[in-house]
């Protein structure tokens, strides 16, 4: 059963940085691409960064472009968010998903229906 474990949340000033991990169990998934997503109170869940099953390839939202960067660690099971010069807007809980096709040819598939618990980021002005 897959199992995804997000942590490194908190609360920060705008302009600060926080790291976010997120430990997954229960697939081989240095096979799988990892993404983020993040939901804001009231607001539908959406797509923040991913990074493809080899770590060579990188995606993410426009509005985090030079800001956040997703990278994988294949041996722990575990990929990252840094989150530099953080703004209010990225208030929300952040979640870590993966993908449901393995070795894809692009930065990533289609994603999978698992979800953990998510890690709270937020940010005050």
């Known amino acids: 059963q897959v199992q995804l474990v997000e942590s490194g949340g908190g609360l920060v000033q705008a302009g600060g940085s926080l790291r976010l991990s997120c430990a997954a169990s229960?697939?081989?998934?240095?096979?799988?691409?990892m993404g983020w997503f993040r939901q804001a109170p009231g607001k539908e869940r959406k797509f923040v960064a991913a990074?493809?099953?080899?770590?060579?390839?990188?995606s993410y939202t426009d509005s985090v472009k030079g800001r956040f960067t997703i990278s994988r660690d294949n041996a722990k099971n575990t990929v990252y968010l840094q989150m530099n010069s953080l703004k209010p807007e990225d208030t929300a809980v952040y979640y870590c998903?993966?993908?449901?096709?393995?070795?894809?040819?692009?930065?990533?598939?289609?994603?999978?229906?698992?979800w953990g618990q998510g890690t709270q980021v937020t940010v005050s002005s």
């Open positions: 998903a993966v993908d449901r096709i393995p070795y894809y040819s692009g930065t990533y598939g289609s994603w999978d229906d698992y």
């Open positions: 229960g697939r081989t998934f240095s096979a799988y691409a």
């Open positions: 990074i493809n099953w080899s770590g060579v390839r990188t």
